[in-house]
């Protein structure tokens, strides 16, 4: 019966982790209606925008020379979600050039978050539309648009961020993402090898699991829209947040100890929205799915 609490404790202290660290990376990288342009210089902005057309002249320039950044990215059905996420990242990079990242911070970022969240419910499908199109129009002008795309994709890294990549794998050389990364750049140290990779491994039924994955993906996402998921997420994401900042928790990138005990006590009292249970429902469905039908083969690309 012990052995049984036991258990039982430690699965709800793993699943509370898994719902932190799921809200933790939520709050950071959400890329929302509200103007989050509010504050933000056009200086900034413009020199955003140039440095993305710079990027798009160098990756399609010759494998797509009528790909115009302007029309697909910064007007139409792209404009608005674009130019609000580029205000947020703005505002974002700044927010967070901090030597720790707090609860507190976190949860000041929320109401940002739900913002663009909400205007990536109502433009997204719509923008995604505008560049599939473009990108159709690129492979119908092109045969060899997506062996030319990744050449100039190659040497646009090599030129400019390989070093950069080299020198973060260097430093965080221990942690997860830095193993991470240096693992990739031994495996892959060019486009054929990538080639060769997704040639070997991604098989048939990779292909279908995959195309199961993103229309799955794709209902989740809807269904989080259409129940206003984002404001009932940024609701439960402020409280948490809020009963986690202060005490001995005061670093939102390590959960164990103080950390652990509010956000244990938190959910004495708290239930878990059902939008976010559904979303951690469904990525522990598909992690088992994963487990259950390629752990040998990611085991033995690991070893490899």
């Not at 030319?148 to 190659?154: N, V």
């Amino acid at each position: 019966r012990e052995l049984g609490l036991s258990s039982g404790i430690n699965a709800e202290y793993g699943r509370h982790h898994l719902i932190m660290r799921a809200a933790i990376f939520l709050a950071i990288v959400g890329v929302a209606f509200g103007n989050l342009c509010k504050g933000v210089s056009k200086t900034d902005i413009n020199r955003a925008f140039a440095t993305a057309r710079v990027g798009a002249a160098a990756i399609l320039g010759r494998s797509c020379p009528s790909f115009d950044l302007d029309t697909v990215a910064f007007s139409g059905e792209c404009r608005a979600l674009v130019k609000q996420a580029t205000c947020y990242g703005i505002r974002a990079a700044t927010r967070y050039d901090v030597d720790t990242v707090t609860y507190e911070l976190l949860e000041g970022d929320v109401r940002n978050i739900e913002k663009l969240g909400n205007l990536a419910c109502d433009q997204a499908e719509r923008c995604f539309e505008q560049v599939r199109t473009a990108m159709q129009t690129c492979l119908d002008n092109n045969e060899d648009f997506v062996e030319d795309t990744i050449d100039a994709a190659e040497r646009a890294y090599r030129e400019n961020f390989e070093d950069r990549v080299a020198e973060f794998a260097r430093t965080k050389k221990g942690s997860l993402l830095g193993d991470v990364v240096t693992m990739a750049m031994d495996q892959f140290s060019s486009a054929d090898d990538i080639q060769a990779f997704l040639e070997e491994h991604v098989t048939e039924r990779v292909q279908t699991d995959a195309r199961t994955a993103g229309e799955e993906a794709a209902k989740l996402a809807q269904a989080w829209c259409d129940n206003d998921c984002n404001s009932k997420a940024a609701r439960f994401l402020e409280s948490i947040f809020g009963h986690m900042n202060g005490g001995g928790c005061t670093d939102a990138s390590r959960f164990c100890g103080e950390c652990q005990s509010r956000a244990t006590s938190w959910f004495t009292r708290h239930q878990l929205p059902c939008c976010i249970e559904e979303v951690v429902q469904k990525g522990i469905e598909a992690y088992e799915y994963v487990v259950e039908n390629y752990e040998d083969a990611l085991t033995g690309y690991a070893e490899t």
